[in-house]
Each structure stands twice: as C-alpha cells, then as structure tokens.
T-cell receptor, first 113, second 116 residues
Framework: KNQVEQSPQSLIILEGKNCTLQ??????????LRWYKQDTGRGPVSLTI?????NTKSNGRYTATLDADTKQSSLHITASQLSDSASYIC????????????FGRGTSLIVHP | DTEVTQTPKHLVMGMTNKKSLKCEQH?????MYWYKQKAKKPPELMFV???????INESVPSRFSPECPNSSLLNLHLHALQPEDSALYLC???????????????FGPGTRLTVL
C-alpha cells in the first residue's frame, strides 16, 4: 500500500531560526514528490516538485532534498519568518495506472516572534 | 490569471437541504478535481474530471454529485448530507490529467461546509 509519513507532526520555532521537515514514502513506482504549503483555511500551494533524478531543489528560503534510494525527502526552511507558519504537506505520485496522489498528514509549523 | 476560485467561502446547511459548491478556473486547464479535507488531516481525493468527463470517482457516496458543465467550471451538488460530511472542500485544476501526476495541481481556497 502506498504511504507517506511525515515528521515531526508539529514544530514550534523562533523567528529567524532554520528547521527541517521530513517525509518518508513507500509509493511505487515513484514518479514525483511535491511539497505543499497550506495556510489555515486555505488551499495548498506547491513549493517544489522533485523527480527521480533530482537531489536538491530550491525555492527562495525553501530547499527540498530527495534520496530516491532510501525513499526520503526533506524540506529545509532557512531564516524562518512569521508567515512560514502553516502546514507543510508532502505528496507523492506513482507512475502508470490511474493518478491518485498519496498525501502525507502534514507537519504543522508555528513560528514565534 | 493563475487562480482557482471557489464559492461560497462558507456554507451551513441542514441534512435535508440541497446546495451546490462552485469552482472556476481560467488557466485553460483540462483536468479538475474535488478534495475533502477534515481538520488536521490531508486532503482526500473525491473526483477527477478530464476534458469535462468524469475519470475518477473514489467511491464517494451518491449524496455528492459532481458536474463539469464546461472546461472552466466544476460544481459539486450536495443533497441529504450528514454531519460527518462537514469539512473543507477543495477544488484543484491541472493542465491535463496525467497518470504520472507530473502536472502541478493548483488549489482553490476551499469552501468550509458545516452540516447541522
């Protein structure tokens, strides 16, 4: 069964600090992995997409890594800001068959001033 | 225009009511999706439309009835809902429907539904 596990479930950090969120998956055959940011009561917004051949991808202060061998991804946030407070969801897609992405449960990040 | 819009933002309905949720995009996308999201849970896929045709129905109860009148619009008709159907309903669109999931889904802000 395809699964996506995220850790930690929640995280509280001070403004300006860095943090790293983890995503482990068992989706197969792997097609791509996306990190989404979801503000409370809003729809998710894509931050990065990574395919099998990509190890690192950056989007401003967000840097995602992918290790396709260990089936792990991380999202590193640098110099956090209050606006980074949100839920971060890892979504993994399999290739072939019908496209039904597997969503992780998300990591709830709170940035305190 | 890179936006997916959803109306209404909030909806409160009784179990005997009939209501509809609307979703609109003008990005020329030919795939549209409905998701249901409960608090502190990830979105759950309900329906996928590809070129205005229903491609995926994730065993959703018949009290939810989707409709895609044209390539820009997606409706979700609600009838005889239960209190446990209260959730955030998200609409999304992508350029096309791909079995590899390689096309980014753009999400709307959602409709917060409360069933009394």
């Amino acid at each position: 069964k395809n699964q996506v596990e995220q850790s930690p479930q929640s995280l509280i950090i001070l403004e300006g600090k860095n943090c790293t969120l983890q995503c482990n998956y068992t989706v197969s055959p792997f097609s791509n992995l996306r990190w989404y940011k979801q503000d409370t009561g809003r729809g998710p917004v894509s931050l990065t997409i990574m395919t099998f051949s990509e190890n690192t991808k950056s989007n401003g202060r967000y840097t995602a890594t992918l290790d396709a061998d260990t089936k792990q991804s991380s999202l590193h946030i640098t110099a956090s800001q209050l606006s980074d407070s949100a839920s971060y969801i890892c979504v993994v897609s399999a290739s072939g068959g019908s496209y039904i992405p597997t969503f992780g449960r998300g990591t709830s990040l709170i940035v305190h001033p | 225009d890179t936006e997916v819009t959803q109306t209404p933002k909030h909806l409160v309905m009784g179990m005997t009511n009939k209501k509809s949720l609307k979703c609109e995009q003008h990005m020329g996308h030919r795939a549209m999706y409905w998701y249901k999201q409960k608090a502190k849970k990830p979105p759950e896929l309900m329906f996928v439309y590809s070129y205005e045709k229903l491609s995926i129905n994730e065993s959703v109860p018949s009290r939810f009835s989707p409709e895609c009148p044209n390539s820009s619009l997606l409706n979700l008709h609600l009838h005889a809902l239960q209190p446990e159907d209260s959730a955030l309903y998200l609409c999304a669109s992508s350029q096309v429907y791909s079995t590899s999931g390689s096309y980014e889904q753009f999400f709307g802000p959602g409709t917060r539904l409360t069933v009394l």
